[in-house]
């Protein structure tokens, strides 16, 4: 007996059968259309976030902090071990004043776009430390082959400061921006970033490197005499910036390959960027093997090396700013902001403009505010136009769109409390 079929739009569910899987399949009936047109967006801009990116990125802060607190046991371990806690001490002291200039420019070069301060620690400790762990292994690995093999101690030290140190410590080193864009691939634009995280990476390995080189300095001189004021100003003065030049070409390779969002491209290009920093940290340390004048080769290769990579990045700096100033001329045409705020938002000269007159007003914490989500914003959009949205660049964009409008409101509605106070008195009326 054939049954009756049940109305479409009953509450009674309609079965139907599935031939190919020889399965039934349970289809609810369809909403209502004002409940359709309801649910055509999500309720809550948290539903627009997938968790499991999430979990994702906390899974790797947390296994990123097990791997780095070993890596500081081991380094702490082996100054207080074989360098001792007084001399590690005063190393380290003299160590933090080439580290603050490497932090100081880091802070010029991430200004623009800021990256998340959480990331910028795990770049700075995986160098100080993890990259350490590596170089330390491969010293006592290598002297062991070395000593067996009979090689004369001139020869020795030639080769692991020419061939093996480069590659160890730029593939250490680089290993840990690669993962950096592996894990958190939504944070890395481009090649700025790349040179941001490079630059700390670098930053803190030089600053673990520091404490031995000055520590064990003073343990040869027995005070602090002029040969641990040279070695002081040779790498804390003249040459802070050493090992954050080497890795920077690695960071500036996978910057490349970040502008495409893929994880093969990233490896890839990782390879490609060591091979320059490899050979520039072998041309650093194989010229004092045949070279009597430090200074003067200091001045005529270092100097203008250094000068042509500090230009490099202004005009990538430049880059970011013409397309901050692209991507948000689109939401303005949009009617997201006022034409005339992207000239403001998108220039340097605009930005300092535009926080000193909120300083002055008592309105300073907004604008920078303002300027954050804005800046956020043009290069997420950036990443949806270069089809990087999958790796959630949808949802950050609806969040960033919401906190924009929350900022320019709130800088709309604030009272200029230094220029209320400070107005002068009208007039007095004419006779």
Do not use: C
């Amino acid at each position: 007996m054939a049954q009756a079929t049940p109305p479409e739009n009953s509450a009674t569910a309609t079965v139907t059968a599935h031939a190919a899987q020889n399965q039934t399949v349970h289809l609810p009936q369809q909403a209502p259309a004002e409940v359709q047109a309801a649910t055509a967006t999500t309720p809550q801009l948290i539903f627009d976030t997938d968790p499991r990116k999430r979990n994702g990125l906390l899974a790797a802060v947390i296994v990123s902090g097990v791997v780095l607190g070993i890596a500081l046991l081991l380094v702490v371990g082996y100054f207080l071990l074989f360098i001792g806690p007084g001399l590690s001490f005063i190393g380290a002291i003299l160590a933090l004043i080439p580290l603050a200039i490497v932090l100081f420019g880091v802070y010029w070069i991430d200004r623009w776009e800021p990256e998340p301060r959480l990331l910028l620690i795990i770049a700075f400790l995986w160098g100080a430390t993890v990259s350490i762990v590596i170089a330390l292994i491969a010293d006592v690995g290598t002297s062991y082959l070395y000593a067996a093999a009979g090689a004369d101690q001139n020869w020795t030290v030639f080769l692991q400061s020419v061939v093996q140190a480069p590659i160890v410590e730029e593939g250490g080193k680089g290993l840990g921006i690669l993962l950096i864009y592996l894990v958190a691939r939504r944070y890395f634009d481009g090649p700025v970033d790349g040179i941001v995280f490079a630059a700390l990476v670098g930053g803190g390995f030089a600053f673990t490197e520091n404490i031995q080189y000055f520590a064990i300095q003073i343990a040869e001189s027995g005070r602090l005499d002029f040969a641990v004021g040279e070695i002081f100003f040779i790498r804390g003065i003249l040459s802070p910036f050493a090992h954050v030049m080497f890795s920077a070409f690695t960071g500036f390779f996978i910057g490349l390959a970040a502008r495409k969002g893929t994880a093969l491209g990233g490896i890839l290009f990782f390879f490609v960027g060591l091979i320059p920093a490899i050979l520039l940290h072998a041309f650093w340390n194989g010229v004092l093997f045949f070279i009597y004048d430090f200074y003067a080769y200091y001045v005529v290769v270092q100097v203008p090396l250094f000068a042509i990579a500090v230009l490099g990045v202004i005009l990538l700096r430049r880059r970011e700013a013409k397309m901050t100033q692209l991507r948000l001329g689109e939401y303005a045409a949009a009617g997201w902001f006022n034409g005339a705020e992207v000239n403001t938002l998108g220039t340097a000269a605009g930005r300092r403009q535009a926080k000193a007159w909120a300083r002055q007003r008592g309105l300073g914490a907004v604008m920078k505010e303002y300027i954050k989500d804005a800046t956020h914003l043009a290069f997420t959009r950036n990443r949806i136009v270069s089809g990087r949205d999958r790796i959630g660049s949808q949802a950050d964009e609806a969040l960033l769109l919401a906190q924009v409008s929350e900022s320019r409101a709130r800088l709309a509605a604030a009272v200029p409390v230094v220029a209320t106070a400070s107005a002068a008195p009208p007039p007095p009326p004419a006779a």
